[in-house]
C-alpha cells in the first residue's frame, strides 16, 4: 500500500567525498532509522535540480526528495509492507 504523505521533515546525513548516507528521518515527532538508500534520482524544478531518494526504514521505503534552493527536505510517499 502506498501513502501520499507531502510533508517537511529533518534529515540526519552524513556526507563526503561525493556520497551521501542518510541516518535517519525526524517526522511526527518521531525519528525514525535509515538502513539505506535504495534507489536516487533528479528531477527538475524549472532550471533547478531536486534531488530524490527512496529509503528502506524496517520493511517499509520512504520517498524523501531535498530542494536545494529553497534548502527543504520532505517525505513524498510510503510504501508500506504488507
Known amino acids: 500500500m502506498i501513502t501520499e ?9 552524513i556526507m563526503g567525498k561525493g556520497t551521501v548516507k ?5 517526522w511526527n515527532n518521531r525519528i525514525i532509522p535509515v538502513e539505506s ?3 536516487r534520482w ?3 524544478e524549472g532550471v533547478y535540480p531536486v ?4 529509503v528502506s526504514c524496517g520493511p517499509n ?3 524523501i526528495h531535498f530542494n ?4 527543504q527536505w520532505k517525505l513524498d510517499r510510503i510504501h508500506l509492507d504488507g
Do not use: G
Open 5 to 13: 504523505v507531502n510533508e517537511y521533515i529533518k534529515v540526519k546525513l
Open 22 to 26: 542518510i541516518v535517519s528521518l525526524f
Open 37 to 39: 538508500i535504495t534507489y
Open 42 to 44: 533528479i528531477t527538475k
Open 51 to 54: 534531488f530524490h531518494f527512496a
Open 61 to 63: 521505503i520512504m520517498e
Open 68 to 71: 536545494p534552493v529553497k534548502l
